[in-house]
C-alpha cells in the first residue's frame, strides 16, 4: 500500500513526466555508484604503490595513439590510471559536500526556527549575524576558517584533521541560506492555529517547533541542500584546487585538477580535463535536480 501510494504521489508523476529530471537522477546514481563502489569496480587501486609503474605514467587516453586500453582515459605523472583516481576523487569530493551540506542544515534550520519563533533581541542577534555573512562571498568565509585553522592547530594535527576542517569551513559559510528561509516560513506557521492550539495544551517552544512547526518548513530546506550540494562540491574543488582543501594523501576532483594544472602546457591535457568534465557533469546533474525540486515545491506552478 505505502509504494502505491508513493509512486502515485504528485512528486513521482512530476518525476517521471520531467525528462531532464530522470536523466540528471540517472546520471547522479552512476556517479554515486562509481565512488560507492570504487574498491570493488575501480581497474586500479592508485593509492597502492605495488600496483604503480613508472614506466607507464602520463599515457594519453586509449582512443590516442600511445594510449593503452587498460587505462582508458589514460594515467598521470605517477603511473596512476585516471578513471581509477577519479573514482576515489568521487568519494571524497561527495563526502566533503554531504557532510557540510548537513552541518550547515542542522545549523541553519536550527537558528532559523528560534530566531522565527522567539523573535525580539535573539531574531535580532541572529539575523545581523547572518547579514554580516552575507557580505562576504561564500569561499572567503572557507578561506578564512581555513587559515585561521592553520595558524591555530600544529601541522601534523592539521594534516590529521584536514578533511574536517574543510567540512566545517564549507558547512559554517553556508548556514545562512536556510536559517533565513526557515525563519520566514517559522514567521508565517507561528501565527497559525495549530501552533496557538498546541501552546493552549501546554507544549512547550522545542516541541511546538520539531514537532509541529518544523516538517511545514522543510519543502524548501530540501531544495536549498540540494543545491548546496553542488555549491559545496565547488567550493572544496576551489580549496583544493587552490592548496589548501583535502591531504594530498585523499584527493579529490580539485586535487587532481591541480595536479593536472601543472602539466597542462607540456600536452597532458587529460590529467585536468577528465577531472573536470566529472566535476561539470556531476555539479550540472545535481542543479538540474535542484531545479527541477524548486518547480515541484512552488505553489504558484501548480
Request: hydrophobic share 55%; aromatic share 8%.
Amino acid at each position: 500500500m505505502m509504494w502505491d501510494r508513493i509512486a502515485d504521489s504528485d512528486i513521482v508523476y512530476s518525476f517521471r513526466q520531467s525528462a531532464t529530471a530522470m536523466v540528471s537522477a540517472v546520471v547522479l546514481l552512476l556517479l554515486l555508484l562509481a565512488a560507492l563502489l570504487a574498491p570493488w569496480v575501480a581497474p586500479q587501486n592508485p593509492f597502492d604503490p605495488a600496483a604503480l609503474e613508472l614506466m607507464n605514467a602520463r599515457l594519453p587516453p586509449a582512443w590516442l595513439e600511445g594510449g593503452q586500453m587498460r587505462f582508458p582515459l589514460g594515467t598521470d605523472g605517477q603511473g596512476r590510471d585516471l578513471l581509477s583516481v577519479m573514482m576515489y576523487g568521487l568519494r571524497i569530493s561527495l563526502l566533503v559536500s554531504f557532510c557540510a551540506t548537513l552541518f550547515a542544515l542542522v545549523v541553519g534550520v536550527t537558528l532559523g526556527l528560534v530566531s522565527g519563533y522567539a523573535g525580539g533581541r535573539i531574531d535580532n542577534l541572529i539575523m545581523r549575524l547572518a547579514d554580516m555573512q552575507l557580505s562576504f562571498p561564500t569561499i572567503l568565509v572557507a578561506l578564512l576558517v581555513d587559515g585561521l585553522s592553520r595558524a591555530l592547530l600544529p601541522r601534523t594535527l592539521h594534516e590529521k584533521l584536514a578533511l574536517f576542517v574543510v567540512i566545517f569551513a564549507i558547512g559554517i559559510s553556508t548556514w545562512v541560506q536556510y536559517a533565513r528561509t526557515v525563519r520566514g516560513a517559522t514567521l508565517v506557521e507561528k501565527s497559525k492555529d495549530y501552533v496557538h492550539a498546541a501552546r493552549l495544551i501546554g507544549m512547550g517552544p522545542l516541541r511546538i517547533l520539531y514537532r509541529h512547526v518544523l516538517p511545514n518548513v522543510l519543502s524548501p530546506v530540501l531544495v536549498i541542500a540540494t543545491l548546496s550540494l553542488g555549491l559545496g562540491i565547488l567550493t572544496e574543488a576551489t580549496l583544493s584546487f587552490l592548496g589548501l582543501g583535502v591531504p594530498p594523501t585523499s584527493p579529490s576532483l580539485g586535487t587532481l585538477i591541480r595536479i593536472g594544472n601543472e602539466v597542462l602546457f607540456s600536452g597532458e591535457w587529460w590529467v585536468t580535463l577528465m577531472p573536470g568534465l566529472c566535476l561539470v557533469v556531476l555539479v550540472l546533474a545535481i542543479n538540474l535536480l535542484g531545479d527541477w525540486l524548486r518547480d515541484v515545491f512552488n505553489p504558484k506552478l501548480k
